[in-house]
């Protein structure tokens, strides 16, 4: 339902992330490879991509030199894929998936099902609900005091770019028969014209070969 929306998505969780700047803060559990404070050894992330992931998903690879692409494929296959965002609605797609790569994708399991957004019909409200969840569930961590700026502006900064997405879905759906309107009207008059161009308006044709003149 929404896979054309993976790419919009993915981009502006990018933006989020620091895209391709290299974080190394010693208080972020992702930046260590056993995924806790102090655990393992500072490896830091780079387009979001935690040490312990990248570890898994690209042993070989230094953090430095993760490129765009492989981000966009751990997005897809670890995060995007599992939290099954593309049958979501456009911009609760980005809402969920989003916080299932800040979070995990446990975490943004959790809260789609304790939500019961599942068989929602309103998208607007499901962001809106879904992302005070999230926020509520970031002030309950002990980093909330380090991170708690980034974590407020990104939960307030993903769900007005979910809301636009999901009006724009909207609106291209109540335009779609229109639309349809307009394409069908082209065609007709296409083949009226092509009728016009193969048939003699003065010399009437018998049934059948009118008919077969369409085919």
Wanted: glycine share 8%.
């Amino acid at each position: 339902m929404a896979i054309q929306n993976l790419k919009n998505s993915f981009l502006n969780t990018m933006r989020w992330e620091g895209r391709n700047s290299l974080s190394v803060n010693k208080h972020d559990p992702g930046n260590w490879t056993g995924g806790a404070v102090g655990k393992g050894y500072l490896y830091g992330s780079k387009f979001g991509v935690s040490a312990p992931v990248l570890i898994k998903m690209y042993p070989n690879v230094a953090m430095a030199d993760v490129t765009e692409d492989m981000a966009a494929a751990i997005f897809k296959s670890g995060y995007w894929d599992e939290v099954k965002a593309d049958a979501m609605h456009e911009g609760v797609d980005h809402c969920v998936s989003d916080d299932a790569y800040n979070a995990g994708v446990g975490a943004a399991l959790k809260r789609w099902t304790r939500g019961g957004f599942l068989f929602s019909g309103d998208p607007i409200t499901t962001i809106h609900k879904y992302s005070d969840m999230r926020l509520s569930f970031l002030e309950s961590l002990t980093t909330w005091k380090i991170f708690s700026r980034g974590w407020a502006a990104r939960v307030a900064g993903v769900e007005v770019e979910a809301i636009k997405m999901a009006q724009a879905a909207i609106k291209a759906r109540l335009l779609w028969p229109i639309q349809l309107r307009i394409l069908l009207f082209i065609c007709l008059i296409k083949l009226a014209n092509l009728l016009r161009i193969h048939i003699n308006p003065l010399l009437p044709l018998p049934h059948s070969v009118a008919v077969q003149s369409l085919f």
